[in-house]
């Protein structure tokens, strides 16, 4: 086998690099994963994802995981409904929606960030996660890497594969290749158990996913394990808008004067979320990578997930590449194809950019759809099968 007597270091573990570290384990390879949180009940930021049949799940099955995450995935939680700035509903799937559909390719269990990371971990042997691991830089010696770190002392490996997100520190080592700016920017809030502190968005979503829609601007939300919610506030704007704006993303009033301003056409039911916020709120200008990239394969370095890739969220792509990712590389890793690690790197990438490409196109073209003067009508023609 390739990875024989060899010590492989991931850095980063999210849902890609935790998922690459069980596969591997599952076919005896030493593994380290190194990340930088500071122990296993880190608050895991971020929406619910939704897994696919050809990605996500895929790799779930291929980790014998299938069961612990059938145990954990959010119920309903992919209900949908299609709004306008009023809220008034123009699509609905709660009455069709059904609990549980795993034999229907399209069906999208969804499932939330902690919980997902915390099944991947009960998963993994004991102290395969280093924590408190804060990557700075790497040299390569004698066939490998020696790996330095912010607070933690230096450590060899004979292969090192980036699952560190969209900021990778271990990207620039493969190639210089920067993503480009999409011109969508998201701001993100969170609310803490919705049924108590925001009723009435609370009953509207009904524990799913609601999608608004109105004058070029969004408004996405999700519901969350632990009756939590999650919602994005969505629109075009310059790359540094973040920064070049006066608001305290701190001061609830503020940003509530800042949505009347920016989303004036709203109904006032959306207020409920900016009044009841658990602030700060968090910007994320939204990036992609370009669609055609690519370098020389590495005989001993890696990227996958967001690392590799990254792209917006329009298409719910995401972590379903970066766990795809991490199921095709183990299977070129530990296939009796390839004559070298390189070789096998090589052939992972090249797949990797294909489809990586295409499900970022999909994510770009979704994200403009989503934010132009017909959004409303588009989703409704997307969702209604047309």
Not at 312 to 335: I, K, R, V, W
Request: glycine share 6%.
């Amino acid at each position: 086998m390739l990875l024989e007597n060899k010590q492989v270091a991931i850095i980063g573990g999210g849902p890609g690099g935790l998922t690459l570290a069980r596969l591997l384990q599952l076919q005896n390879v030493n593994i380290k994963v190194y990340e930088r949180d500071l122990n296993k009940n880190a608050r895991v930021q971020g929406s619910p994802l939704d897994l696919h049949d050809g990605s996500g799940l895929a790799a779930i099955h291929k980790a014998e995981l299938f069961n612990e995450f059938r145990n954990n995935f959010l119920r309903a939680a992919d209900k949908m409904l299609i709004v306008n700035e009023l809220a008034e509903i123009f699509y609905s799937d709660h009455e069709t929606n059904r609990d549980e559909d795993f034999d229907n390719e399209y069906f999208r269990p969804e499932i939330d960030r902690g919980s997902l990371r915390q099944l991947l971990l009960e998963s993994l042997h004991p102290e395969t996660v280093v924590w408190d691991s804060h990557f700075i830089s790497m040299e390569e010696k004698n066939e490998g890497w020696l790996l330095h770190f912010k607070n933690s002392p230096s450590v060899y490996a004979d292969i090192v594969i980036g699952s560190d997100g969209a900021n990778s520190k271990i990207r620039p080592y493969i190639t210089d290749i920067k993503p480009f700016y999409s011109g969508i920017m998201m701001l993100e809030g969170n609310i803490y158990q919705s049924k108590k502190a925001t009723p009435h968005i609370d009953s509207l979503i009904d524990g799913g996913k609601i999608m608004a829609f109105g004058n070029t601007k969004n408004l996405l939300l999700g519901q969350k394990g632990g009756g939590d919610l999650g919602f994005y506030a969505s629109f075009k704007a310059d790359e540094n808008w973040a920064t070049n704006n006066d608001l305290d993303y701190s001061d609830k009033t503020q940003m509530l004067e800042w949505f009347k301003k920016e989303y004036p056409e709203w109904n006032s039911i959306w207020h409920e979320l900016f009044e009841n916020v658990t602030v700060p709120f968090i910007p994320r200008p939204i990036y992609c990578m370009p669609l055609k990239q690519n370098w020389k394969a590495s005989p001993n370095l890696t990227i996958i997930g967001d690392a590799a890739h990254v792209m917006p969220p329009f298409a719910g792509e995401g972590a379903n590449m970066a766990m795809l990712d991490a199921l095709e590389l183990s299977e070129f890793l530990t296939s009796d194809k390839h004559n070298t690690v390189q070789e096998a790197i090589s052939f992972y990438e090249f797949n990797m950019r294909e489809r990586a490409a295409i499900a970022a196109k999909e994510s770009l073209e979704n994200g403009e759809k989503m934010h132009s003067k017909d959004a409303l009508k588009a989703m409704l023609a997307f969702f209604n099968g047309h």
